[in-house]
C-alpha cells in the first residue's frame, strides 16, 4: 500500500478556476510535506513545503497542513494553462538521512 | 549558484548490456545526494542516498549500484541491464537531511529494449 496517497488521480479546472489537490501519509512518524511539481518530460521542482499546522500561501498557491490527520492539501487559484503538470506530494522525517516518499500523483489539466 | 548537471541526457541500451549515468553538482561543497527512479507515468522512488564521499545507501534493490568517487559527483551503474530498468532516472541534492528541500537534476531518459 502507498504510504502517501494523493487524490484525485487526475482534475481538469478551467482557466482561471481553483484546483485543489489532497495528500495523506499512513506513517505517523512523518514531520515534513512537500509538494512538487512535473511539467511532461522534466524534472520535479518544488512548489511548496509545510511543516506545522496551517497554512501557508505564495502567491496563487495555498498549502494546508493537519498534522493529526497527516493531511495536506494544495490549491492553486487562478488556474492558468502553464500549470497543467503533474504533482507529486512528499513525505519525510526529520534526520531521516533525506528519504523522501512520494505519492502517485496528481495530473493537473487547465482548460483554456 | 548551484547547478546540477547528469549525463546522458538520454540512452537506448539493449537487454543485459552495463550501464553508467553521472551527476555533477557544481557550487555547493558536501551536498546529500540522491538517485531515484521514476517509471514512465509513474512516481518517483529514492533508490540510493550519500552524505559524503565514498558512502552510499541502498533505498530499494533494483540491480543497480552506485557510487561516489567525488564530493561533487554520484555515479548509478549496472553490469547488466534488465528490461524493467527502463525510465527516468533523476539525481537530486539537498544540504543536509530531513527538512532541506531536495533539488532536481534535469535527469536521463534510459530505454532497455
Known amino acids: 500500500q502507498q504510504k502517501v496517497q494523493q487524490s484525485p488521480e487526475s482534475l481538469i479546472v478551467p482557466e482561471g478556476g481553483m484546483a485543489s489537490l489532497n495528500c495523506t501519509s499512513s506513517?505517523?512518524?512523518?514531520?515534513y510535506f512537500w509538494w512538487y511539481r512535473q511539467h511532461s518530460g522534466k524534472s520535479p521542482k518544488m512548489l511548496m513545503s509545510i511543516f506545522s499546522n496551517g497554512e501557508k500561501e505564495e502567491g496563487r498557491f495555498t498549502v494546508h497542513l493537519n498534522k493529526a490527520s497527516l493531511h495536506t492539501s494544495l490549491h492553486i487559484r487562478d488556474s492558468q494553462p502553464s500549470d497543467s503538470a503533474l504533482y507529486l506530494c512528499?513525505?519525510?522525517?526529520?534526520?531521516?538521512?533525506?528519504?523522501?516518499?512520494f505519492g502517485l500523483g496528481t495530473t493537473l489539466q487547465v482548460q483554456p | 549558484a548551484q547547478t546540477i548537471h547528469q549525463w546522458p541526457v538520454a540512452e537506448i541500451k539493449a537487454v543485459g548490456s552495463p550501464l553508467s549515468l553521472g551527476c555533477t553538482i557544481k557550487?555547493?561543497?558536501?551536498?546529500?545526494l540522491y538517485w531515484y527512479w521514476q517509471a514512465t507515468g509513474g512516481t518517483l522512488q529514492q533508490l540510493f542516498y550519500?552524505?559524503?564521499?565514498?558512502?552510499v545507501e541502498s533505498v530499494v534493490q533494483l540491480n543497480l549500484s552506485a557510487s561516489r568517487p567525488k564530493d561533487d559527483q554520484f555515479i548509478l551503474s549496472t553490469e547488466k541491464l534488465l528490461l524493467s530498468h527502463s525510465g527516468f532516472y533523476l539525481c537530486a541534492w539537498s544540504l543536509t537531511t530531513g527538512g532541506d528541500e531536495q533539488y532536481f537534476g534535469p535527469g536521463t531518459r534510459l530505454t532497455v529494449l
Open positions: 557550487g555547493k561543497s558536501s551536498p546529500n
Open positions: 512528499a513525505a519525510s522525517r526529520a534526520g531521516n538521512t533525506g528519504k523522501l516518499i
Open positions: 550519500s552524505i559524503t564521499v565514498g558512502q
Open positions: 506513517d505517523r512518524n512523518v514531520d
